[in-house]
């Protein structure tokens, strides 16, 4: 599937294929949560970092946490103008990207299935959603997210 995406102010945009678009897991990680998440959680979705196409990269700022003292090698990128959260990367998994389900333009499957990560680290105010299709995780899952499509039929070719 083909997503479109850009920031509040139009100063960004891009394209970037996915296999994987089903918005279904809230992290709700210290950083995730403050970056972008004004729910107390940002939903990533997966896609192809070797087709994404950007409009506007001199408007993209990128943000690095420390772990430990060291720089993070998950890296963070926003809007230079309106500071909107765009996308993640990490240089481990260096062909993968999470565009945030937030910035997409592009419809998405509604979920019926959510995963909810990082609640160790969760705001105490952040009452979570209720319902029996939620699966909850203190901290990440062991399922990644191309094998939770997988089971659960939505992982498109």
């Given at each position: 599937m083909k ?5 509040h102010?139009g ?14 897991q ?13 729910g107390?959680?940002a939903i ?12 506007g ?9 420390l ?8 890296r963070r990128y926003?809007?230079?103008?309106c ?5 993640a ?8 990207v999470?565009?945030?389900?937030s ?6 499957p509604?979920p019926?299935?959510f995963?909810?990560?990082?609640l160790?680290?969760?705001?105490p ?10 699966e909850?995780f203190?901290?990440y899952?062991?399922e990644?997210?191309?094998?939770w ?9």
């Open positions: 997503l479109q995406g850009s920031c102010c100063a960004v945009s891009f394209t970037v294929d996915s296999h994987g678009p089903q918005p279904y809230r992290c709700y990680c210290s950083i995730c949560r403050k970056a972008g998440g004004s107390g959680f990533n979705l997966l896609a192809d970092n070797r087709t994404m196409e950007i409009t990269r001199e408007n993209v700022a990128e943000y690095r946490a772990k430990n003292g060291e720089p993070s090698r998950h926003f809007c230079r103008s500071g909107s959260h765009m996308w990367w990490n240089e481990s998994w260096p062909d993968l999470h565009p945030l389900a910035v997409i333009d592009t419809p998405l509604r019926e299935r995963v909810d990560i990082m160790d680290s969760a705001a105010w952040v009452a979570l959603h209720e319902g029996d299709q939620i909850r203190p901290e899952p062991g990644s997210i191309e094998a499509h997988k089971r659960h039929g939505v992982w498109s070719e």
